[in-house]
């Protein structure tokens, strides 16, 4: 008998050995540093959510196609320009809020990202895992909505009464991202768009595939890309044709940042800023002077 009070009191003792050494390695195996620079990667969103408590404003600036070359700059002076500025604020750990103001279509949008897992040191965690929503008001006088060309339905319209309903636009999307290396972070997600009301010839939904990564070269200073695709799905498509199809949104530039600070310099081909936009209505094409210069500006305060 005392032999087996023995054995009990050993395997006691060693499960708490065991369970006090996991306890100790999940202290220890802490979220990897910086995956990312900023929650913004040109014109996608990082699994990067700052500290608790952090106010970010964002200013994002594009510039029109470099297809007329020196005429105009390669876009510096073109008339196509689009700019958004905003404010995000984490209230709590891994939950980020904000708004923000679009030129294009006079856009207000609501934007809200949870970081559900964060990738650790020891991969206890492998990956980051992040959802991203947002819904926007199309702000444009009713006017410039045209006359029989927007609708929600294919049956009678009535162009002049413009319900807010009819302004929405929505964009959800989850994120997976890792830091394979201190100067080799990639991300991966899927999205899905919905506008309440569009032209006859286009649909209302859209569901896209995003790729995007960082490639830290110095310190400070890192090569950006992403890389976003509207998928053509006929199950959820409302046309016979797809003679406007979105294209796909190619871009890549340049990051230099510091610990509240960020600057992003690039060049893409979606005129849009906010992803709904890119996703639905970007008609530019690289390979056909379609390509903008553009910047994204962070800066951020602790309280």
């Known amino acids: 008998m005392k032999k087996y009070v023995l054995f009990i009191i050993l395997f006691v003792l060693g499960l708490q050995t065991v369970f006090a050494q996991e306890e100790e390695t999940k202290e220890k195996d802490k979220p990897v540093r910086s995956p990312f620079e900023s929650g913004y990667l040109i014109d996608n969103q990082t699994t990067l959510v700052p500290v608790e408590g952090t106010l970010e404003y964002v200013i994002q600036h594009k510039f029109g196609t470099m297809s007329n070359g020196m005429t105009d700059l390669y876009g510096i002076y073109s008339p196509g320009a689009n700019i958004r500025l905003g404010l995000n604020y984490v209230p709590i750990k891994n939950v980020q809020v904000g708004i923000g103001a679009t030129k294009k279509n006079k856009y207000t949008d609501l934007n809200a990202k949870w970081t559900i897992l964060e990738q650790t040191r020891e991969n206890t965690i492998p990956i980051a895992v992040s959802l991203y929503g947002m819904v926007a008001v199309d702000g444009r006088n009713e006017s410039l909505f045209g006359s029989g060309k927007i609708v929600d339905t294919k049956g009678p319209t009535l162009p002049t009464q413009i319900a807010f309903n009819d302004r929405l636009s929505y964009f959800s999307q989850i994120i997976i991202g890792r830091k394979f290396t201190d100067w080799l972070s990639l991300q991966a997600a899927a999205s899905f768009t919905h506008y309440n009301m569009v032209g006859w010839e286009y649909d209302h939904d859209k569901i896209a595939v995003h790729f995007n990564g960082r490639i830290k070269f110095s310190p400070q200073t890192s090569f950006i890309f992403n890389y976003d695709i509207p998928l053509k799905i006929k199950d959820i498509s ?66």
Not at 270 to 295: E, F, R, T
């Open 238 to 303: 409302e046309q016979w044709e797809w003679t406007d199809h979105p294209k796909p949104n190619l871009a890549f530039g340049v990051e230099i940042s510091t610990s509240t600070h960020a600057f992003q310099i690039y060049a893409g081909t979606a005129d849009g800023i906010i992803p709904q936009d890119m996703v639905m209505w970007n008609l530019n094409d690289w390979k056909d002077k379609g390509l903008a210069i553009g910047m994204t500006i962070t800066r951020l305060w602790n309280f």
